[in-house]
């Protein structure tokens, strides 16, 4: 499967299905399609289109996460398939009885990782000092992140990367608009692995909101927001200013799905390193010995575009 990320960002286009396609229409005039088949993600962020429960039914039944965002680009729903694998009831039960120390020593390596990606984007972007010295905070992470490591880095890190003016908001718009869309995109990703390997995506390793169904992705999903920050620093020095989200933006931060990692299988593509990274979780449940396997990003960045844009 090619894992499209299609996504619906001219208002007044109306959404069907014809003979195992997608297809999109302006009234009468068609404005593309793309197989079933190849479709991972569907996200329709214009906030005037029209879609029928047939569609919804047919992609769910083939796996697809279908993504609505708002009109700051951050979702404000997200679907995922009722079946989705057949031990599902096993690997559930295992979630649950998962051990504090257990999820405690998940949660260290995911920080651990996150502030080792978000030093490597720093480097990146050129600041090789404040590089450094998340690269130390990385190492000093504990059990559970008990010391807060990840907030501590998180404030030198955003006014390090993006200005000392600049406060992460996702309610805000510009460079906030372009990382809401590049996390929405990691993140439908991220649930499209977790339930395809069986996983409850609300039972969460640190995340525990009664109100979030997607915990356990809002987990994991911490490795991979430095790969969407350093899409939106390339875009910030090649325009200088981000103020609009235009469609050839999304084109851009929708290649953060084929950024190369390191996994156990090898090089892969984000959303297979996703898969891998589930799986990973779910053999690490069902056996006392086994220790999750994060995957790796080497610090740089590949572009290769296999993305649908309607």
């Keep these: 499967m090619l894992h499209q990320i299609i996504d619906i960002h001219e208002e ?15 009234r009468d005039t068609d404005v593309g399609k793309v197989s079933l088949d190849d479709i991972g993600v569907l996200i329709i962020s214009a906030q005037g289109a029209t879609i029928t429960k047939n569609v919804l039914s047919e992609l769910s039944e083939r796996g697809v996460i279908i993504v609505l965002c708002g009109s700051n680009y951050a979702p404000v729903s997200i679907t995922y398939p009722v079946e989705n694998n057949y031990r599902f009831c096993g690997i559930i039960k295992k979630q649950i009885q998962a051990s504090t120390p257990v999820l405690k020593q998940c949660w260290k390596v995911i920080i651990k990782a996150k502030l080792e990606n978000q030093s490597k984007v720093l480097l990146y972007s050129g600041n090789k000092a404040d590089s450094n010295k998340l690269l130390l905070i990385s190492e000093t992470v504990k059990s559970g992140d008990s010391d807060n490591r990840e907030g501590y880095g998180a404030k030198m890190y955003f006014p390090s990367l993006f200005g000392k003016g600049f406060v992460r908001d996702r309610n805000e718009a510009g460079i906030n608009a372009f990382l809401n869309y590049g996390y929405a995109v990691i993140r439908s990703s991220m649930i499209k692995a977790l339930v395809s390997s069986g996983l409850q995506p609300a039972l969460g390793i640190h995340h525990a909101n009664d109100l979030n169904p997607f915990c356990l992705a ?30 050839e933006d999304k084109q851009e931060l929708v290649k953060v799905l ?3 990692m390191i996994t156990t299988q090898g090089k892969s593509p984000v959303f297979q390193s996703m898969y891998y ?14 220790k999750l396997e994060i995957p790796v990003w080497e610090g740089k960045y590949e572009e290769i575009p296999e993305t649908e844009q309607v």
Excluded: T
């Design 258 to 260: 084929w950024i190369q």
């Design 218 to 247: 809002d987990d994991f999903l911490e490795i991979y927001r430095p790969l969407v920050d350093v899409l939106v620093v390339k875009m910030l020095h090649k325009k200088k200013e981000l103020v609009e989200l235009l469609p």
């Design 277 to 290: 990274l589930a799986q990973s979780y779910v053999k690490m449940l069902e056996s006392k010995d086994y």
């Design 12 to 26: 007044g286009l109306f959404i069907s299905l014809h003979r195992g396609f997608l297809v999109v229409k302006n």
